[in-house]
């Protein structure tokens, strides 16, 4: 299969910073990408800039062949990109089901795909007319996700989904992310180790605004010395 996200010299500033210095790098269909890198090496400004949220960027980000250089964000995600940002963004003071319809594109969308979210997310079925600051962290963040479902998206950005969340219930997130995986192309962001090897297949080490490094994610993941190399760490412990 080809590339569903292709990003070319990608350049973005915030304010006078130049953030992103020239990022390459593809995500082909069909599997999982992982974006890895040390705190503040531009994960969250790589996705911002593909969504178009950045200020100002430059360079070339095509999905399925398709510029979206120069489109505005909701453009975008008409495009069939859902974002799960790392502030989550869902309404604290909406209840579950309230969140998931406003993430509707086109009606009828969350209708169709009900079962099949609450299906994945049986806490979200339980507890949908809950309000969702009411819900705990790992529920938030599965909320977060349960919005990138609602349209029928065909590439998913998550940036850090396991924020913050105790061991069991990242182990539960990953075996769910690994479900919605089969389904939908993702572009990961992922601190936690253990999440990103279990569910990337390629991944792409950026540092200071440049990517450092791209391989199978087997590879970095049975190797110490290469995560020693591109993440400045050892062999982190799974959890
Ligand atoms: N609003 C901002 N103003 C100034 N600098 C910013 C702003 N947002 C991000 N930066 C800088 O841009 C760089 C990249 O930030 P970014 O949030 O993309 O990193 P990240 O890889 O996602 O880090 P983290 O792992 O901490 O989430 C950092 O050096 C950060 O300080
Ligand atoms: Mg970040």
Sequence with gaps: MGSLLDVRDLHAWIGRFHILQGVSFTVPAGETTVLLGRNGAGKTTTLRAIMGLVGV??????????????????EIAQLGIGYVPEDRGIFRFLTVEE????????????????????????????????????????QQQMLAIARALVDDNRLLLIDEPT?????????????????IARHVTVLLVEQNFAMAARLGRTCVVIDAGRVVHIGPMDELAASPELQQRWLGVGQQKAS
């Design 57 to 74: 960027r430059q360079g070339s980000v095509r999905l399925a062949g398709q510029e979206l250089a120069g489109r505005r964000p909701y």
């Design 99 to 138: 969140n998931l319809r406003v993430a509707e594109r086109s009606r009828g969308a969350l209708k169709a795909r009900q079962d099949l979210i609450y299906g994945l997310f049986p806490d979200l079925a339980r507890f949908r007319q809950r309000k969702a600051g009411h819900l705990s962290g790992g």
């Design 163 to 179: 924020k913050g969340l105790a061991p069991i219930v990242v182990q539960h997130l990953t075996e769910t992310l690994a479900e």
